[in-house]
Structure formats: C-alpha cells, structure tokens
T-cell receptor
C-alpha cells in the first residue's frame, strides 16, 4: 500500500516553460516533505524541502507547494531547462530525520 | 566538505552468498540511513543508524544487518542472498540534533552500489 504516490510516470515540457510535478500522500502523520532529482548511475540529489507548518517554499527556479487538507504537494520548475531532465522523487517522513518514504518517481524530459 | 561515498560501485554475487557494502558519510554528519531501490521503484528504507545504534528499521528481514563506526562510516551486510536482492543500494547521511525538538535534517545520498544476484 503506497503511502506516497506520484501518479504521472513521465512528463514532457519545452525549454523555458513551467514543469509541474505532483505528489499525493495518504499518511496524515507526515510532517516533512522533500523532492530529490536523480540522474542515471547517480544517487538522488536533494532539491528542496518543506515542513508541514508551511504551504510554500522557494529556492531559485524551484518552488514546492503543500496542501495539507488535500494531502498533496507539487514541485514547480520555472523556467525549465534541458539539464532538468531527470527522474524526480517525492519523499515524506513523519519524524524529520528518520525513514523517508518515497514515491515511484516521475521522469521529466525538457526539450530545447 | 566531502560528500557521501559508497563502495563498491558494482557487485555480482550468487544466491546464498553474503555481501558487505560500505558507506562513508558526509563530513560532519552523525546519522546514516540505507535504502534499497529496485528497478522502476522509489528507494525503500532498510534501516538507520545514529551514534552507532540502530534508530529505526523498515520492512526488511533480519538477514539485512548494519553497523555504524565511531567515524560515522557504515556497512550494510546481507546474508543468504536471494535473486530479489538485486537492486541499487543507497546510503544517505544526515546530521541529527542531539537536543531533541523539531529537526529538519535532510538526508544526502551517495551514488549507490549496484548489486546483482545470479
């Protein structure tokens, strides 16, 4: 039973446009959420995080939005660049710093 | 500041054998977590070590065991290997605050060890 779901296996976007990656969770005890990016043959790279006391966190081109009532978060990348092409994983934990529960990932392809 | 490193990069074993994977934490980090990533899946939590003691375990059998050393490096040992153990094994290090309270320590991952069991 998946507690963190990324329902879109893939997403294609043109360079310069916005990429929106979505993530849903079922466990209301989750209080810390992260996005990781993964290139082939590398480990996941931390992108951005958000705690449940916030509904938005911004870092350069990356913004994460959290809607606790809908148990939904999204990652916005603006503007998208070809180097952003990778697999993006959403992860959650119910006590910061312990087990991260990951979604299955969304493969983002940004074309020039 | 050095990042998380793992060795070996790739490993091939046969069913029933035992394997040891190694992880060196990022400088200044005191916590290490291990994950298994099967093909097409997200990483799955195996266990976490904090100050050399196990600090949480996922749904993995006892043949998966670990160690954390005083320098915060870590090992993952898997006994009696099965074909389904073939996966990418990731370790992640973080800094857990000893004072308690709310802590948002982010986990930083190494490049992984690709284990193939034949």
């Amino acid at each position: 039973d998946q507690q963190v779901k990324q329902n879109s296996p893939s997403l294609s976007v043109q360079e310069g446009r916005i990429s929106i990656l979505n993530c849903d969770y079922t466990n209301s005890m989750f209080d810390y959420f992260l996005w990781y990016k993964k290139y082939p043959a590398e480990g996941p790279t931390f992108l951005i995080s958000i705690s449940s006391i916030k509904d938005k966190n911004e870092d350069g081109r990356f913004t994460v939005f959290l809607n606790k009532s809908a148990k939904h978060l999204s990652l916005h990348i603006v503007p998208s660049q070809p180097g952003d092409s990778a697999v993006y994983f959403c992860a959650a934990s119910n006590q910061a710093g312990t087990a991260l529960i990951f979604g299955k990932g969304t493969t983002l392809s940004v074309s020039s | 500041e050095t990042g998380v490193t793992q060795s070996p990069t790739h490993l091939i074993k046969t069913r029933g054998q035992q394997v040891t994977l190694r992880c060196s934490s990022q400088s200044g980090h005191n916590t290490v977590s291990w994950y298994q990533q099967a093909l097409g899946q997200g990483p799955q939590f195996i266990f976490q070590y904090y100050r050399e003691e196990e600090n949480g375990r996922g749904n993995f059998p006892p043949r998966f065991s670990g160690l954390q050393f005083p320098n915060y490096s870590s090992e993952l040992n898997v006994n009696a290997l099965e074909l389904d153990d073939s996966a990418l094994y990731l370790c992640a290090s973080s800094l857990k605050l000893a004072s308690g309270g709310y802590s948002t320590d982010t986990q930083y991952f190494g490049p992984g060890t690709r284990l193939t069991v034949l």
